[in-house]
């Protein structure tokens, strides 16, 4: 096998660097970032705005906040998509945003960094989580300058020394030190069990512990408001068959418990799985109306008439084009191989970048331009993929794709429902209501199964 000349994987190595999908953009003024994000909330085809996923996440959020400040400086948002579809990416402009009109100040804090997110958290495990994230994004972002009293003391000792008060009346004690808490908190089983058996039967002791942290965190910053961004909650790594229980379980947790996670002095926002939003809508009302989701790019009308839309055609080949060069890429054929790629995305981002990465490593080995041939392959590859996921989702899907909306879901399916969302068998799109449709790489798969049981 000849090696490739060192100028062309240096050139498919920055391309894929570019189509990163763990790679969240963080677009400031002076950002390289700016160049790659497409406004797919304002996207502007023929001389016309169009808002290929609803209204604006970030543009809701941040009138909510300053509108709510001026009441009693708090609010409680979550925040769901599937993966994928660049929520992270929002919440950074987000904060950007925010950071920009300088009457708040946005404390960021990633789930993952405090928990292995393998298993549903408690509700012990989540009010420390919460502590510690937001104390340690605090010392990040605010320093010995504005913390103050509670620099010189350390969060980790504050922390420490409020949860050792909850554990009074109790017949256990904290066995974990300041510098212990975050170690114990991530490996799991022992403090889980300690927090649990000590505080179970009490939980108003929790709800004191976070709350007169947060107080204090919000009295540092005054006049300010604080806002603290719960990143990654959705991004659980669990098997197949405990994908129902896990979701249901963070459901419940977020169904029963908004007393803890309504944080005084304080605007929330938590991302959240799927779903908890789709599966739980009374959950929006718990929330005071504040469930946001973000859906996929609409790239054709509502099942069953599945008609393609131009506009998020090109909002997608847009987004592309800000990455790879593609007429390099594609040389002649590029028309057909973009609207190939796009369409077979079903206006998932991140699977837009995983099917475009399939022909950039194809040239490897064919060079410069692939074609039409090596992106069939790529996307046959990925249909294979989810070809082996259907058997437990397979009667969901096919009733979604007859109807494009949730109804005929009943309660014995919620397992093979969440399944489907987890693995991205089913897109969510909005106009003026939500609704679904199934991914376009596994249409194939099920048109071959209704045509063998029409054969039957």
């Known amino acids: 096998m000849p090696t490739p000349p060192s100028d062309l994987i240096k050139q498919l190595q920055q391309w894929r660097r570019r189509l990163d999908?763990?790679?969240?953009?963080?677009?400031?003024?002076?950002?390289?970032?700016?160049?790659?994000?497409?406004?797919?909330?304002?996207?502007?085809?023929?001389?016309?705005?169009?808002?290929?996923?609803?209204?604006?996440?970030?543009?809701?959020?941040?009138?909510?906040?300053?509108?709510?400040?001026?009441?009693?400086?708090?609010?409680?948002?979550?925040?769901?998509?599937?993966?994928?579809?660049?929520?992270?990416?929002?919440?950074?402009?987000?904060?950007?945003?925010?950071?920009?009109?300088?009457?708040?100040?946005?404390?960021?804090?990633?789930?993952?960094?405090?928990?292995?997110?393998?298993?549903?958290?408690?509700?012990?495990?989540?009010?420390?989580?919460?502590?510690?994230?937001?104390?340690?994004?605090?010392?990040?972002?605010?320093?010995?300058?504005?913390?103050?009293?509670?620099?010189?003391?350390?969060?980790?000792?504050?922390?420490?020394?409020?949860?050792?008060?909850?554990?009074?009346?109790?017949?256990?004690?904290?066995?974990?030190?300041?510098?212990?808490?975050?170690?114990?908190?991530?490996?799991?089983?022992?403090?889980?069990?300690?927090?649990?058996?000590?505080?179970?039967?009490?939980?108003?002791?929790?709800?004191?512990?976070?709350?007169?942290?947060?107080?204090?965190?919000?009295?540092?910053?005054?006049?300010?408001?604080?806002?603290?961004?719960?990143?990654?909650?959705?991004?659980?790594?669990?098997?197949?068959?405990?994908?129902?229980?896990?979701?249901?379980?963070?459901?419940?947790?977020?169904?029963?418990?908004?007393?803890?996670?309504?944080?005084?002095?304080?605007?929330?926002?938590?991302?959240?799985?799927?779903?908890?939003?789709?599966?739980?809508?009374?959950?929006a009302e718990i929330y005071d109306g504040r469930l946001h989701v973000l859906p996929s790019v609409k790239l054709r009308t509502r099942p069953p008439e599945r008609r393609p839309h131009a506009p998020g055609l090109a909002a997608l080949e847009a987004v592309l084009a800000g990455r790879v060069e593609l007429d390099e890429l594609f040389g002649d054929q590029r028309e057909a191989c973009v609207e190939r790629l796009v369409a077979a995305s079903g206006g998932n981002l991140r699977d837009l970048f995983v099917l475009v990465s399939g022909p950039i490593m194809a040239a490897v080995d064919d060079g410069l331009p692939v074609g039409l041939a090596q992106v069939e392959a790529t996307i046959q590859k990925q249909a294979r993929v989810r070809r082996g996921l259907l058997a437990g989702p397979h009667e969901i899907l096919t009733k979604v794709r007859a109807r494009g909306d949730l109804v005929a879901i009943g309660e014995d399916r919620l397992g093979d429902f969440a399944a489907a969302m987890d693995q991205h068998l089913l897109l969510c799109h909005c106009n003026d209501e939500f609704w679904y449709d199934v991914h376009p790489l596994v249409e194939a798969s099920l048109d071959l199964d209704e045509s063998a049981a029409g054969d039957a």
């Open 21 to 283: 999908p763990g790679h969240a953009l963080d677009v400031g003024d002076d950002d390289g970032d700016r160049a790659l994000y497409v406004d797919l909330d304002a996207f502007v085809y023929e001389g016309v705005v169009h808002r290929l996923r609803g209204d604006s996440t970030v543009v809701d959020i941040v009138r909510d906040l300053r509108t709510a400040s001026d009441f009693h400086g708090a609010s409680t948002h979550l925040f769901s998509g599937f993966r994928g579809t660049g929520k992270t990416t929002e919440l950074n402009r987000l904060a950007r945003e925010l950071d920009r009109l300088g009457d708040f100040v946005v404390l960021r804090v990633s789930a993952r960094d405090y928990h292995h997110l393998s298993e549903a958290l408690d509700l012990e495990e989540l009010t420390l989580m919460l502590a510690m994230g937001i104390g340690e994004a605090a010392e990040r972002t605010l320093g010995e300058a504005q913390l103050g009293e509670l620099a010189n003391e350390g969060v980790l000792t504050r922390i420490h020394g409020r949860l050792a008060k909850a554990f009074e009346g109790s017949e256990l004690s904290l066995k974990f030190g300041p510098v212990e808490l975050k170690p114990a908190l991530r490996s799991g089983a022992g403090l889980r069990a300690n927090l649990r058996e000590a505080l179970h039967e009490r939980p108003h002791q929790l709800r004191i512990f976070l709350h007169d942290f947060v107080r204090d965190l919000a009295a540092a910053i005054r006049p300010r408001q604080l806002v603290v961004i719960i990143d990654d909650f959705e991004k659980y790594n669990v098997p197949r068959t405990k994908v129902a229980s896990v979701y249901q379980d963070m459901a419940q947790l977020f169904f029963h418990s908004p007393e803890l996670l309504k944080l005084p002095l304080c605007h929330t926002i938590y991302t959240v799985p799927p779903y908890l939003a789709f599966i739980n809508p009374g959950i």
